[in-house]
Structure formats: C-alpha cells, structure tokens
T-cell receptor
Framework: AQSVTQLDSQVPVFEEAPVELRCNYSSSVSVYLFWYVQYPNQGLQLLLKYLSGSTLVKGINGFEAEFNKSQTSFHLRKPSVHISDTAEYFCAVSGSGGGADGLTFGKGTHLIIQP | DVKVTQSSRYLVKRTGEKVFLECVQDMDHENMFWYRQDPGLGLRLIYFSYDVKMKEKGDIPEGYSVSREKKERFSLILESASTNQTSMYLC??????????????FGPGTRLTVL
C-alpha cells in the first residue's frame, strides 16, 4: 500500500515571497509522483509530475519540485508567489498499477497569499 | 484540450433517493475514475474503469456503484443516498498509452448535498 503525507494543511505567505509545500510518501514499489492544483470552484489540474530521470522537475506557473528518494519526499517550490497562486495543492502518488489504478492523494495544502 | 464534463455542478437530494452522477470525456480515454473530496481528507478513489463494461473498486466503494456502457461516459450511482455521502464528487480520465504514468484530467466536480 502507498500513502502520501502533506505536512501542512495551510501555508500563509506574503506576495512575492518564496514558498515550499511539503510532501512525503511511502510505498513498497517504484512510484510516480504528481502535484495537482485546485483553484476555487474548479477541478484539479496537473502542475508537474516526476516519472524518472532528473530529480528536479519543472512545471507550469513557475513551480518546481524535487524528488528525494532517500527522504521519500517530493516538495513543491516557487521562488516568488502571486495572489493568483492562492489555491489548494495536492500531492499524489501512483504505484505499480500506474495511472489505470488511480492516484493516492494527500489531504491537500491550502496556500494563502497575503498582499 | 481534454475536456471532462460532469452533468451537474450542484445537486440536492433526499435520504433514500437513487442518485446518478454523470461524467463524459471527449478524448477517447480508456481509463475513468470517480473520487470524492472532503475537507481535511483530500481525494479518495471510489471506483475506476479501464475499459467499457469493466470496473474496479477503489478505496471507498461502499454505498456506490458505477456503470460504463460507452467509452466516453462513466456514471456513479448512489443506490440509496445517505447524509454521509454529502460531498464533492470529481470525475477524471486518462489515456492508457502503456506508460503507467499518464496524467489524469479532472472535471469541475459535482457538489452533492443529501438532506
């Protein structure tokens, strides 16, 4: 079985400041890792994903994440946030069943941008 | 662009009613999923389907059933709605390209209230 832990339920950040949203996972098999974003009253959309290769993954809207196998982490970062980044962010893992088995999601982190 | 549509954004039903939630995708995707999203719990997989007339239980299938008669349509059925099924329901689809890592595309969600 696999699981995902998002350590912070809420992260308040001032506009133009850097941010890191933390994600740890556990799995007995090789994993593929994802970050999704949910803007208010919308469905989820993919920010970025790690499949293999370089451990630093770049996504949309200036976000990036680093896969750290030894620490079983996949933290999301952005060097300078904007008001429009206010949203719920979900880390997810796909195990040996891959995309056809669905994803296991964390409980989400609400990013709050303060002017 | 991939489009996943859900039949209703908001739905109010009474306890004991039979409820149908419909999801349609327009990208000829093989895989389709139903999740429910609850505050503090993230997304949890209810059922998924990897082919027409095929279905698999997810993590929380109790009280739900599904139907996939056509490739583009995946229905979630609450046989006898209960108040603890009040939630946001999200449908997603993904391609089965042979790589176990395909992105899932989400619909906007249906917020169901059971009175």
């Amino acid at each position: 079985a696999q699981s995902v832990t998002q350590l912070d339920s809420q992260v308040p950040v001032f506009e133009e400041a850097p941010v890191e949203l933390r994600c740890n996972y556990s799995s007995s098999v090789s994993v593929y890792l994802f970050w999704y974003v949910q803007y208010p009253n919308q469905g989820l959309q993919l920010l970025l994903k790690y499949l293999s290769g370089s451990t630093l993954v770049k996504g949309i809207n200036g976000f990036e994440a680093e896969f750290n196998k030894s620490q079983t982490s996949f933290h999301l970062r952005k060097p300078s946030v904007h008001i429009s980044d206010t949203a719920e962010y979900f880390c997810a893992v796909s195990g040996s069943g891959g995309g056809a088995d669905g994803l296991t999601f964390g409980k989400g982190t609400h990013l709050i941008i303060q002017p | 662009d991939v489009k996943v549509t859900q039949s209703s954004r908001y739905l109010v039903k009474r306890t004991g009613e039979k409820v149908f939630l419909e999801c349609v995708q327009d990208m000829d995707h093989e895989n389709m999923f139903w999740y429910r999203q609850d505050p503090g719990l993230g997304l949890r997989l209810i059922y998924f389907s990897y082919d027409v007339k095929m279905k698999e239980k997810g993590d929380i299938p109790e009280g739900y059933s599904v139907s996939r008669e056509k490739k583009e349509r995946f229905s979630l059925i609450l046989e006898s709605a209960s108040t603890n099924q009040t939630s946001m329901y999200l449908c997603a689809s993904s391609s089965d390209s042979g790589v176990l890592t395909d992105t899932q595309y989400f619909g906007p969600g249906t917020r169901l209230t059971v009175l």
